[in-house]
C-alpha cells in the first residue's frame, strides 16, 4: 500500500469537470483508463461551483464526477475547494481580500484572494470543508484530502487591518510584554520604542529600510498565519474522517514557508514542480526539491503537480522535448515520489491557463503529447513495486528557514548576493553529480544518522542548534557568515561564529564582501589553488588548524579555511567547491551510489534496493557500475555476480557498463 488507499504508484493529474460539458466527461474516463490514470485531483478551485449561495450547496455534479471516477477504477484527491473565496463572499464581506505591502486592496477576479488572517474566511473554509467531509465520509473514490492550494502562492502575506491584529496576537505570545518586544525589535535604534501594542502594525512600505526583526517576525508570523488556515481545515476533515490522509501541495524550494513546521502538520508531504525545461540545470534545481520533499518527513511524498510540456506562467513558456516529460517524471520517483501527477488532466479551452499543457491536449489523442502520456503511464505501472521503499542519505544538507530570513533581509546586509536556495545548491550540484544522497535538515534534528553534514549557510544560529552540531559525531562543514545573529537577529556577542566559536575554534573580525566579478585567491597548504567570488572573510584561528589561506589583497596569509576536530570551517564562498567536498567525503568515506563517477548529465539514485540511472543529456551515456563486480554498500541484497534487471524493459543487463540512451533511464532491480 503506498500513501493514500491506491496500491502501487499514483499516476494522474488535476481534472477540472466543471470546465467542460457532461458529454466531454465519459470520454474523459475513457481516455484515463487507456493512460492508465489511477487518481485524479478534483474540485480545487470549485468553491464557487459547491456553495452557489451562502449554505447553499449544489453537490450534485461532484457527486457524478466521483462515482464516475469510481466506477472506472480512479480514485480522487478531493480538495477542499478553499483555494478561491466565491464571489459572493467577497462581496458580503469585502475586507476578506488581502492588502498589499502598499496598501492596495486586492480586487477580485483571480485565485487565492483572501486574507489568511480573517475570521470570515477561516469560518467560511471549514464550513465547506465540513460540508464535502460529511458527504463524501464513505465515497470510495476518496484517497486523499487536498487542502486549499499552493498555500503562499499569490499571497504569500496580507497588510490589511485584521491581520495587523492579527500580528500583535502572535507577538504577544511571542514577546510576552511591550518590552520584550522593544528588546527584541531593538526598537531604541531608530527611534522606533512603542508605548502601546496599538502603535505596532505590519512591515508595511515604509520610507526606508523595515526594522529587520520586525520583517523577520512578520515572516515567521505570515507562515503561521497560513498554517493556522490550513490546520483549521485538517482539524475538520480529522474529525469527520479520521482515516483519510491530508496533504496540501507544497511549492518545492520555496521561501514563505517553514516547511519544517508544515509538514509536521501534514500525513504526507506532496509537491508542485515547475523545472524550466529552457534551463540545461533544470533537473538539478529539481533534485535538490524532490530530496527536500523527501526529507521533510523522511517518507515517500507525492509529486502531485508537474508540467506534461510547457507552463503558462513564464516570460517564455518552453515546451518540453520528445522524452523529457518521462525522464523528469522518473526522475521524481528516484528521488521518493510515490506517484507521477500533473497540472491538468485535459488542456484547457479558456482562462488564464488555457496554454498551459495537459496530459490530453488541445489536439486531443492524434498528437505527439498523448502517446508520451500513455506510454508514461505504463512506465509508472511497471513501476508500481518500488511505492513504499525509502532512501538512506549519508550526507545532510541544513536548511532553517528562521535563518533564511534573516539572511535575505532587504537593505540591511553586507551584501545582498548570498540567496540561501543558490548556496544550498551550490554543494547540492557537486554531490548530486557525484551520485551522492543527501538529504536536507533542519539544524536542531537529530543528525546521527549522517556521516556528513554541511551548512552552507547559518547566518541566524541559537544556542540549542550550535550545541546539537556540537555533539554531532561525524564530518561538519560549516559555510561563511554563520553564526552571526540570535534569534532576534541580534549580533552574537564577539560577532560570528557566535555560538559556533568553541566547535570551530575560528573569530571572524571582518566581513568582506567581493564586489560582483571580482575574485580572491586562496591556496590550501597542499598547494591547491581555489577561488573565492562573492564573500570572503578576516579570519582569525584560534584553536583550529588553518587548511587554506588566502593569497594577495589585505588577506593575504590569513586563513580561509580551518579545522577543529571533525569540524571544518570555510570563510568564503569557493567559485569550485569540489576540491573542499572531496576531502570531506573521503574523510567521512561517503561514495557515489554507483561506487564510480558519473557522466556528465547522469543522475544516479537509489531507492530502496532499485537503482536509478537517468541521462539527462542529448548524447548515450556509458555509467560503469563496479556494484555488479564488487561488493559495495550501493546495492548491499545483489550477490556481487548477480545479473541486474532493467524493470522498465524487464530485461536483463549484460555484465559489465550499462548504456543509457539519451534523455532516457533505466530502473535497475537486483
Ligand atoms: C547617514 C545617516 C545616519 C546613518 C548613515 C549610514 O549619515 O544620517 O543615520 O544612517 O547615513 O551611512
Ligand atoms: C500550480 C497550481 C495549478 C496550476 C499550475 C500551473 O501547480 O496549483 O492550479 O496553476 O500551477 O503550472
Known amino acids: 500500500?503506498?500513501?493514500?488507499?491506491?496500491?502501487?504508484?499514483?499516476?494522474?493529474?488535476?481534472?477540472?469537470?466543471?470546465?467542460?460539458?457532461?458529454?466531454?466527461?465519459?470520454?474523459?474516463?475513457?481516455?484515463?483508463?487507456?493512460?492508465?490514470?489511477?487518481?485524479?485531483?478534483?474540485?480545487?478551485?470549485?468553491?464557487?461551483?459547491?456553495?452557489?449561495?451562502?449554505?447553499?450547496?449544489?453537490?450534485?455534479?461532484?457527486?457524478?464526477?466521483?462515482?464516475?471516477?469510481?466506477?472506472?477504477?480512479v480514485a480522487a484527491d478531493l480538495a477542499t475547494a478553499t483555494a478561491t473565496p466565491p464571489p459572493w463572499l467577497v462581496r458580503r464581506h469585502p475586507e476578506i481580500r488581502p492588502v498589499d505591502a502598499a496598501g492596495t486592496r486586492l480586487e477580485f477576479g483571480s485565485r487565492q484572494g483572501y486574507c489568511p488572517s480573517s475570521p470570515v474566511f477561516r469560518a467560511a473554509t471549514v464550513r465547506l470543508a465540513r460540508a464535502l467531509a460529511e458527504r463524501y465520509r464513505d465515497h470510495p473514490a476518496l484517497a486523499l484530502w487536498h487542502v486549499g492550494n499552493e498555500y503562499a502562492d499569490h499571497t504569500a502575506e496580507c497588510f490589511c487591518e485584521e491581520s495587523a491584529r492579527d500580528f500583535r496576537r502572535w507577538l504577544q505570545e511571542r514577546h510576552r510584554t511591550l518590552d520584550g518586544l522593544n528588546s527584541a525589535w531593538g526598537t531604541s535604534c531608530w527611534g522606533q520604542?512603542?508605548?502601546?501594542?496599538?502603535?505596532?502594525?505590519?512591515?508595511?512600505?515604509?520610507?526606508?529600510?523595515?526594522?529587520?526583526?520586525?520583517?523577520?517576525?512578520?515572516?515567521?508570523?505570515?507562515?503561521?498565519?497560513?498554517?493556522?488556515?490550513?490546520?483549521?481545515?485538517?482539524?475538520?476533515?480529522?474529525?469527520?474522517?479520521?482515516?483519510?490522509?491530508?496533504?496540501?501541495?507544497?511549492?518545492?524550494?520555496?521561501?514563505?514557508?517553514?516547511?519544517?513546521?508544515?509538514a509536521a502538520a501534514e500525513d504526507l508531504v506532496s509537491d508542485d514542480a515547475y523545472p524550466d525545461p529552457a534551463d540545461p540545470r533544470a533537473h538539478v534545481r529539481a533534485a535538490l526539491s524532490y530530496d527536500l520533499m523527501r526529507s521533510l518527513k523522511r517518507q515517500p511524498w507525492l509529486l502531485l503537480e508537474s508540467a506534461p510540456s510547457a507552463v503558462s506562467w513564464r516570460a517564455v513558456n518552453v515546451p518540453k522535448d520528445p522524452g523529457v516529460m518521462r525522464l523528469h517524471s522518473l526522475q521524481a520517483l528516484a528521488h521518493g515520489s510515490d506517484g507521477v501527477m500533473f497540472f491538468q488532466w485535459r488542456q484547457a479551452r479558456y482562462g488564464p491557463e488555457k496554454f498551459h499543457s495537459a496530459m490530453l491536449p488541445h489536439g486531443g489523442t492524434r498528437t505527439r503529447q498523448w502517446r508520451e502520456t500513455v506510454t508514461l503511464g505504463a512506465d509508472v505501472r511497471r513501476l508500481a513495486e518500488v511505492a513504499g521503499t525509502t532512501t538512506e542519505?549519508?550526507?545532510?544538507?541544513?536548511?532553517?528557514?528562521d535563518s533564511w530570513w534573516g539572511l535575505e533581509a532587504p537593505e540591511s546586509m553586507p551584501s545582498d548576493r548570498l540567496r540561501l536556495h543558490?548556496?544550498?545548491?551550490?554543494?547540492?550540484?557537486?554531490?548530486?553529480?557525484?551520485g551522492i544522497a543527501v538529504d536536507l535538515a533542519p539544524p536542531d534534528r537529530d543528525l546521527s544518522s549522517y556521516r556528513l553534514?554541511?551548512?552552507?549557510?547559518?547566518?541566524?544560529?541559537?544556542?540549542?542548534?550550535?550545541?546539537?552540531?556540537?555533539?554531532?559525531?561525524?564530518?561538519?562543514?560549516?559555510?561563511?557568515?554563520?553564526?552571526?545573529?540570535?534569534?532576534?537577529?541580534?549580533?552574537?556577542?564577539?560577532?560570528?561564529?557566535?555560538?559556533?566559536r568553541d566547535l570551530l575554534g575560528v573569530r571572524v573580525e571582518e566581513c568582506r564582501p567581493i564586489p560582483d566579478g571580482g575574485t580572491q585567491e586562496v591556496v590550501t597548504v597542499d598547494g591547491t589553488r581555489l577561488l573565492a567570488r562573492t564573500w570572503s572573510e578576516w579570519l582569525t584561528a584560534e584553536d583550529a588548524e588553518v587548511l587554506a589561506r588566502y593569497r594577495g589583497g589585505p588577506l593575504d596569509g590569513r586563513p580561509a579555511v580551518t579545522r577543529r576536530g571533525a569540524a571544518t570551517y570555510l570563510s568564503f564562498l569557493p567559485e569550485d567547491p569540489a576540491p573542499l567536498l572531496d576531502e570531506a567525503l573521503a574523510a567521512a568515506g561517503i561514495t557515489g551510489v554507483t561506487g564510480a563517477g558519473l557522466p556528465e548529465g547522469v543522475e544516479a539514485c537509489r531507492r530502496g534496493p532499485y537503482l536509478f540511472l537517468?541521462?539527462?543529456?542529448?548524447?548515450?551515456?556509458?555509467?560503469?557500475?563496479?556494484?555488479?563486480?564488487?561488493?559495495?554498500?550501493?546495492?548491499?541484497?545483489?550477490?556481487?555476480?548477480?545479473?541486474?534487471?532493467?524493470?522498465l524493459t524487464g530485461r536483463p543487463l549484460p555484465v559489465g557498463p550499462v548504456t543509457v540512451a539519451p534523455r532516457d533511464a533505466v530502473v535497475l532491480k537486483p
Open 453 to 500: 553534514v554541511i551548512a552552507p549557510n547559518l547566518y541566524l544560529c541559537t544556542p540549542g542548534q550550535a550545541a546539537n552540531l556540537a555533539a554531532f559525531p561525524g564530518r561538519l562543514l560549516v559555510g561563511p557568515f554563520s553564526g552571526v545573529v540570535d534569534a532576534a537577529d541580534h549580533v552574537h556577542d564577539g560577532g560570528a561564529p557566535g555560538p559556533l
Open 193 to 262: 520604542h512603542y508605548t502601546d501594542w496599538t502603535q505596532v502594525e505590519p512591515p508595511r512600505k515604509a520610507p526606508g529600510p523595515v526594522n529587520p526583526t520586525q520583517l523577520l517576525d512578520w515572516r515567521r508570523f505570515s507562515s503561521d498565519a497560513l498554517l493556522a488556515c490550513f490546520e483549521a481545515e485538517r482539524e475538520v476533515l480529522k474529525e469527520v474522517t479520521p482515516d483519510v490522509p491530508v496533504t496540501t501541495n507544497f511549492m518545492s524550494v520555496l521561501r514563505d514557508l517553514d516547511y519544517w513546521k508544515w
Open 1 to 73: 500500500m503506498g500513501l493514500t488507499r491506491v496500491p502501487g504508484l499514483l499516476f494522474g493529474g488535476d481534472y477540472n469537470p466543471e470546465q467542460w460539458p457532461e458529454e466531454v466527461w465519459q470520454e474523459d474516463v475513457r481516455l484515463m483508463a487507456e493512460a492508465g490514470v489511477t487518481m485524479v485531483t478534483v474540485a480545487v478551485f470549485s468553491w464557487s461551483r459547491l456553495e452557489p449561495a451562502p449554505g447553499v450547496y449544489d453537490f450534485g455534479w461532484l457527486d457524478r464526477v466521483l462515482d464516475m471516477l469510481h466506477a472506472h477504477g
Open 422 to 434: 543558490e548556496l544550498l545548491l551550490g554543494w547540492y550540484a557537486p554531490l548530486h553529480a557525484r
Open 614 to 647: 537517468l541521462n539527462h543529456g542529448t548524447e548515450p551515456a556509458v555509467v560503469p557500475l563496479p556494484a555488479r563486480t564488487e561488493p559495495v554498500t550501493a546495492l548491499p541484497t545483489a550477490p556481487p555476480t548477480a545479473l541486474l534487471t532493467d524493470l
Open 393 to 401: 542519505a549519508d550526507v545532510a544538507l541544513l536548511l532553517d528557514w
